[in-house]
């Protein structure tokens, strides 16, 4: 498809040849930062990740992906080996080194380190963790409202691999989205185990309907920091807005449908399975919340 384009689309920026990144401890060239193959997170997925945004020389909502990356780790009984203090510590000698202050995207990563031998027991890896920041300066360029398509990957329940959790193991979206590409759009539009609407590959999904904002009931989708604020955004500014089941049915019938994201933050959704939706643009109760969305970012940063 020759217009195809996804969610975190930005525009080119020629700084990006020359980054620094952050690589145990030592910041060193793009070219440079190069890790095992006996590294578990290349091995087997085995870690954990946040995407952070810099506005204006401050982490939005850092307090919450510190808190959502040290959950994570907890859940993987993995040892980061740096405090809270340290993690930042480490986003702000790598966003000096790259000389950023408005309009970069940061992925912290973190393994579970050099594996001894090839095989997926987690006491194989014995010199983790490993931890990489990629920050690049990124300004989202979206030509067009997303398209989505219905695919038959869903997200799965929480014993088989929390979808809550932010980890390197992404096959099961990354097979949403090519099945989602195969079908002409940009991204998949996934249901959970019952069949309700649930997110995108990549992104957190909300409809409008009737002035109403609804999203899925959070039990089967990433657990969004964007997703979040938004909510608390409807509800601060008598915005109705229902966490709750909803079908392809009431989707294809909706007025407006978005994405959240901390890359894009609210990006209108133009197509599902070949249904307009909408006008297929900006709804206005889309642009009013990310109108809300760019005051709480001034606010924060400021």
Same mark, same amino acid.
């Given at each position: ?11 080119? #920026? ?24 006996? #590294? ?61 202050? +408005? ?9 579970? $380190? ?13 010199? $983790? ?30 014993? +088989? ?57 959070? #039990? ?38 978005? =994405? ?19 006008? $297929? ?10 109108? =809300? ?10």
């Amino acid at each position: 498809m020759s217009d195809h384009q996804t969610t975190h689309q930005a525009e080119d #920026d020629p700084r990006n040849q020359n980054l620094l990144i952050w690589l145990n401890r030592q910041v060193v060239p793009k070219e440079e930062a190069k890790i095992s193959v006996y #590294d578990s997170g290349f091995m087997l997925g085995d870690g954990i990740w946040e995407g952070l945004r810099l506005y204006n020389g401050q982490w939005a909502f850092l307090a919450e992906h510190i808190d959502r990356l040290f959950e994570a780790a907890k859940a993987l009984d993995l040892d980061i080996g740096l405090d809270r203090a340290g993690v930042i510590a480490a986003l702000e000698e790598t966003r000096a080194a790259n000389g950023m202050h +408005t309009d970069a995207h940061a992925r912290l990563m973190i393994t579970r $380190g050099v594996k001894t031998r090839p095989f997926q027991h987690p006491s194989l890896s014995q010199s $983790g963790p490993t931890i990489v920041i990629i920050m690049e300066h990124s300004k989202p360029a979206l030509p067009r409202p997303i398209r989505l398509a219905t695919v038959p990957h869903i997200r799965g329940l929480p014993m +088989t691999q929390d979808p809550k959790l932010n980890s390197h193991s992404k096959l099961n979206c990354i097979l949403a989205c090519i099945a989602a590409e195969k079908a002409g759009a940009d991204e998949a539009l996934m249901l959970d185990i019952h069949g309700f609407v649930n997110t995108t590959n990549a992104c957190n999904f909300f409809i409008v309907r009737k002035g109403q904002v609804w999203t899925s009931t959070g #039990d089967y989708c990433m657990n969004g920091i964007t997703r979040q604020k938004v909510i608390d955004l409807c509800r601060a500014h008598d915005i109705p807005v229902y966490e709750r089941n909803f079908s392809l049915v009431d989707t294809y019938g909706a007025d407006e449908a978005f =994405l959240t994201g901390t890359f894009g933050a609210q990006t209108p959704v133009s197509q599902i399975d070949g249904r307009q939706i909408g006008t $297929g643009d900006f709804g206005p109760v889309t642009k009013r919340i990310r109108d =809300l969305y760019k005051s709480l970012i001034h606010q924060e940063t400021a």
